[in-house]
C-alpha cells in the first residue's frame, strides 16, 4: 500500500488540470509575446488564468502577476519593499517559511531592520505585542505573517492583523501558500497589500505562482528583461504553469465546500483514532478550526522506532513529513518546533491530506504508529 500524506509539500497534479495543460506543452506552443496566431492564443490563456485569481481574490487582474514560485513571490514582496517602497523596517513571525526568514538574513546584512515576533506553544502570534512594536517607530515597515504555518498548521487573523498594519501605516504581506485555495478571500475587504500562493499545494503544477500586489503599491521590476507581467517580471512565461495553475483555483473555487468538509473529516478522523489507540499522542499547535484543516502535526514519545519515525513509515510505503520539506529526514528540531519549545523528548510527524486521501489510509497509519509506540 503506498500512501501519500504529504500534501503540504507538494500535491498531486488533478488530471483534469493537467488535460487543460497539455494543449500548451504540444500543440499550442506558442510564445504569448508573438504576435501571430500561436502567440496570441497562449496570451490569451494567460489572461483567463489571471481573471481566475483575480476573482477569486476579488482583486483587480491589474494586480495579479504570475512568478515561477511562492518562493519568488515572497523574495519579490520583501526585496521590493525594500528597494520601491522605501521600507526601512520588516516585523515577521520567528516561525515564516525559510523563504521568508532566509530573505529577511539577506535584507539584514543590507541594513534593514529586522523584528521577530515569538510565538506562543500553539505558534501564534501575540496581536498587541505587534501593535506595540509598530507604535514605537514611525520607520516605513512591513509587516510579513504568514496566513498559516506549513508545519503545525497554525491559522493567522490576516483580516486583524491587516487592521492594525492600517492603524500604523504599515504595509501588510502575508505568505498565503498553504491557504490559497484550501480558503476564500476577499482583499477588498481587509487591508492586505500582498499576498503570494502557488499552485503545487492546490493540485496544481509545480514551478508556478502569484504574487497580489495591491495597485496602491509601484514595485519596480523584480527580474529585469522584456516586458512580460507588465514589466514587472521579465522572462518568457510558463504557459502551461499559468493555465494550470488558473484551471486548478478554479476547481478549488468550484468545489470548496466539498473539499473541505471531505479533507476535515479526515483530520477528525485521524485525531480520533490516534487519540484511541495510542495513550501517550499528543499534537503540535491547535486541532479546531484555528489551524488549517489539511495539516496535523502528530508528537509521539521518544524511542528507537520513533526516533527513526519517517524512515520506517517510508518502509511502511506512507509518505509523511517531520516539518516542513526541506528538513524532511531530518532529526535536528526544526526552527518551528523550536519557536514553540516543543519537548525533546518527542518526536513529529507531520501527516497533510488531500482530496485523494481516505480512511481506510489513515486506519493503516494508525497501527503502523501504534506499532511503533
Ligand atoms: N511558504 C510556505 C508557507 C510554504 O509552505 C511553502 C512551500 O512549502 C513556500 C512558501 C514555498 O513555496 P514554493 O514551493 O512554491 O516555492
Given at each position: ?79 521590493e519593499?525594500?528597494y520601491s ?133 509601484t514595485l519596480h521590476p523584480f527580474?529585469d ?6 514589466n514587472m ?141
Amino acid at each position: 500500500m503506498k500512501v501519500y500524506f504529504d500534501n503540504a509539500a507538494t500535491t498531486k497534479i488533478h488530471e483534469s488540470v493537467l488535460a487543460e495543460m497539455m494543449p500548451f506543452l504540444t500543440d499550442n506552443f506558442g510564445n504569448p509575446s508573438s504576435i501571430h496566431e500561436y502567440g496570441r492564443k497562449a496570451k490569451s490563456a494567460i489572461e483567463k488564468s489571471r481573471k481566475i485569481v483575480a476573482r477569486y481574490l476579488n482583486a483587480s487582474t491589474a494586480e495579479i502577476f504570475f512568478t515561477s514560485c511562492g518562493t519568488e513571490s515572497n523574495n519579490m514582496v520583501i526585496k521590493e519593499a525594500i528597494y520601491s517602497l522605501g521600507v526601512k523596517r520588516i516585523i515577521a513571525s520567528s516561525i515564516e517559511h525559510h523563504c521568508v526568514l532566509h530573505s529577511l538574513d539577506t535584507m539584514k546584512e543590507r541594513g534593514v531592520k529586522v523584528e521577530l515576533l515569538s510565538v506562543n506553544t500553539f505558534g501564534e502570534i501575540n496581536l498587541d505585542e505587534l501593535e506595540q512594536m509598530l507604535a514605537t517607530s514611525t520607520e516605513k515597515t512591513l509587516v510579513s505573517i504568514m496566513n498559516a504555518n506549513n508545519e503545525i498548521g497554525t491559522i493567522n487573523d490576516i483580516v486583524a492583523i491587516g487592521e492594525i498594519c492600517k492603524t500604523h501605516q504599515a504595509l501588510f504581506h502575508s505568505d498565503s501558500v498553504q491557504t490559497i485555495a484550501h480558503y476564500t478571500f476577499d482583499v477588498q475587504k481587509n487591508s492586505i497589500d500582498f499576498l503570494s500562493g502557488s499552485a503545487h499545494k492546490f493540485h496544481g503544477p509545480k514551478g508556478i505562482g502569484f504574487v497580489y500586489i495591491n495597485s496602491t503599491n509601484t514595485l519596480h521590476p523584480f527580474i529585469d528583461g522584456g516586458a512580460q507581467e507588465r514589466n514587472m517580471r521579465a522572462g518568457t512565461e510558463n504557459v502551461a504553469g499559468i493555465i494550470g495553475l488558473g484551471t486548478a483555483l478554479e476547481l478549488w473555487m468550484n468545489n470548496l465546500d466539498e473539499y473541505k468538509t471531505q479533507i476535515s473529516s479526515l483530520k477528525v478522523y485521524m485525531i480520533g483514532r490516534l487519540k484511541h489507540e495510542i495513550s501517550d499522542i499528543a499534537f503540535n499547535g491547535r486541532t479546531d478550526d484555528k489551524s488549517l484543516y489539511h495539516v496535523l502535526s502528530v508528537s509521539l514519545p521518544a524511542n528507537n522506532k520513533t526516533d527513526l519515525l519517517l524512515f520506517n513509515l517510508d518502509i511502511k510505503g506512507i509518505c509523511a513529513s517531520g516539518g516542513s520539506a526541506c528538513a524532511s529526514g531530518s532529526v535536528q528540531a526544526s526552527h518551528v518546533m523550536e519557536a514553540i519549545n516543543a519537548p525533546l523528548d518527542r518526536r513529529t510527524v507531520r501527516f497533510s491530506f488531500s482530496i485523494f486521501n481516505t480512511k481506510e489510509e489513515i486506519d493503516f497509519a494508525v497501527e503502523c504508529l501504534k506499532e511503533m509506540v
